[in-house]
């Protein structure tokens, strides 16, 4: 977890400005669930290996004495870990008063209590779209396509997709000889092929399965047939045609949750080491909630890596100081700035230190670029003599 | 804790964009703090009552064993209760990397583990603005105008401020014969005044510190002389003249904080039965974390009630929907659709459904205006049939 320091968290803000405005409008509607959930729906085995990571709030009151001398469970809430378990909560809670296709945006921060390490925090944003209650593809292509128009508008304009199908995947995992029950965990396996290379792969199935499914992931991994997508994600393919190139098939995508039921797709970028988006079709998780099925499909945003490598649109303000030299001004220069930014200028009154030209290199590192000094004799804007700042 | 349906959460971003565009136009810089702090941070005695309010954060791993092994403290973190602790330690915190006089806007949730009640929740949004490293009375006046300022822009152009200064406010306690240690339990009981009345406050008194102090407490409390500013308050009051009878002097006003040094005030809307923000002046809190003292001073938005009162301006846009018979024309839909966003509508894709009367309608509900049909034939935005909808 970290502070936010102002010029970051202002680029912060007009990145986010722009993803949301970017999403709005294409329909989506933005949504907040609360922070704090439910300890039993977010360790109820949708969320894998981040259910192992939540934060836990302990009960209070009477309710943490009794837990205590009955040796119960001491929490109660949790810290949300993702945005895609409390959507499909707050689908089932609120779907009468929802539209009956629900395209959701969600902007939030999740918290995972991972080992302190460099650039991963225990609390990052998450920006999320889910389509809810469309089975067909056209959800995913909106999803796509509105996600790369996103990402083109903070001047990611060479992120491209990477895409399989759960069910391919099932196939060709089974065509392994692995049994279904033991599908996921051959999954897991498998995802790590981009950091432990075919060998590793091998080596990790011989040891859960033996030498027969090693070998034959081994040569299925070997002579991956990639060049053309297969028939079940073509039709996604060709409603995305004006994205050509920058769809890309990939047999040996995973992703790591349980819940994927159809398309899966990750969001790479040449500047980025890892992926900065990812996401998939999850049919069966709001049904878990609801008791009927609801078809969904959702994606996110790697918000904070999107964030180091984002590029924004320069946004042209005229940013000035007021400089007073002691309270005495304080009636004047409160005037001055309010006719100042009824003009359109953004503007700061500060008192005149004694080191003025320390003062005003400092204010300059701050993004203010231009002052003026107010004293006996001014009365209006147009008397003051504004300087730049450099 | 509560879910925020669409119209609800739209609303409240163009709110908060307002706000905070209007703060930012000020000078103040946003600021991002994590929502969980060292749990010792945040019951040190600064925040009152709320302290017992924390949601705590359970240990995890080895070190909650060691905890219950050791009948130690079970919880290492908690949510922050408001936004002033966690500032003056983002300040302590980080100073060297801050402007020398901090003026910083932060806008975040805050959680209070309170008993539900209606309109309260446990979760909810506070906005601040606070000056840190300026101990003149124009900070005081800036934040005040700012506040002000920003409450006309969402339409409460009839907010007023109520004043007080602590050291006025000690000074007239201490005339009642009450005994400087004694006196922040003195305050809580005149706090009380708007709920109680000041025969409830002389009863409290009594039962506290006898009849002496009651009685000498209710008779100040019956005649205050309220009608000119006093000393204290004059030059802040003089800096803020433009704002006329906006500002009330309030002899009793309390706020319930311990930390309150200077100037205190609330502001008050005569829609709403309680105040809408509050805030003063606290010289010593940021020298708790850091050493050495650091004047400040900030004020605090109810945003949850200021919500519910707002009246925003209305925003002109076009906001479309493109019906299509199936999925078959996606790639049509998806390019039409990237046409009228260039051209500045906002537009959502929809499969027609059997009962288009009821689609229509409930996507007119949903703040969409106008919609068109797309089919075999149509190849550009100008070929389309656009309707409106009511």
């Given at each position: ?36 959930e ?29 837990a ?13 870990f ?14 009468s ?34 389509i ?8 995913e ?20 997709i990477?895409?399989n ?77 004006d ?15 349980g ?80 006719e ?6 953004s ?44």
């Amino acid at each position: 977890m970290r502070d936010i320091l102002p010029a970051e968290k202002s680029f912060r803000e007009q990145l986010l400005a722009i993803v949301r405005a970017n999403y709005i409008s294409r329909g989506f509607q933005e949504i907040e669930t609360p922070a704090l959930e439910d300890l039993s729906k977010l360790t109820s085995g949708q969320g894998g290996d981040n259910e192992k990571l939540v934060f836990q709030v302990l009960k209070r009151g009477e309710e943490l004495e009794q837990a205590q001398a009955a040796g119960a469970s001491l929490a109660d809430l949790g810290l949300r870990f993702d945005l895609t378990v409390p959507l499909t909560r707050y689908y089932a809670s609120n779907h009468s008063k929802l539209p009956r296709v629900l395209k959701a945006l969600q902007v939030g921060p999740v918290w995972r209590a991972e080992r302190p390490q460099k650039g991963r925090y225990r609390q990052f944003l998450q920006c999320d779209i889910d389509i809810i209650g469309d089975s067909t593809m056209l959800a995913e292509a909106e999803l796509l396509s509105a996600s790369l128009s996103a990402l083109e508008a903070v001047g990611l304009e060479d992120a491209t997709i990477r895409l399989n199908h759960r069910q391919l995947l099932s196939e060709n995992i089974a065509g392994l000889g692995v049994a279904s029950e033991d599908a996921l965990k051959a999954m897991i396996i498998i995802d790590k092929l981009d950091k432990i290379g075919v060998a590793g792969v091998r080596t990790e199935l011989e040891e859960a399965f033996g030498p027969e499914v090693a070998a034959a992931g081994h040569s299925w991994l070997s002579s991956l047939d990639q060049t053309e997508f297969p028939e079940a994600l073509k039709p996604l393919v060709e409603a995305l045609s004006d994205l050509g190139p920058r769809l890309r098939y990939d047999a040996s995508l995973v992703r790591g949750m349980g819940y994927y039921t159809g398309a899966i797709f990750e969001i790479e970028h040449p500047a980025a080491t890892s992926s900065i988006g990812g996401g998939g079709r999850y049919d069966s998780m709001v049904g878990k909630w609801l008791g009927t099925e609801v078809p969904a499909v959702g994606i996110s945003l790697g918000i904070e890596r999107i964030i180091e490598l984002a590029k924004l649109p320069e946004i042209e303000t005229s940013n000035t100081v007021l400089l007073i030299e002691s309270e005495a001004h304080a009636v004047l220069a409160l005037k001055l700035q309010a006719e100042l930014i009824e003009s359109g200028s953004s503007c700061r009154i500060e008192i005149r230190q004694k080191n003025i030209k320390a003062q005003l290199s400092n204010l300059a590192t701050q993004g203010f670029d231009s002052f003026a000094s107010v004293g006996d004799g001014i009365k209006s804007v147009s008397e003051l003599d504004i300087r730049k700042l450099d």
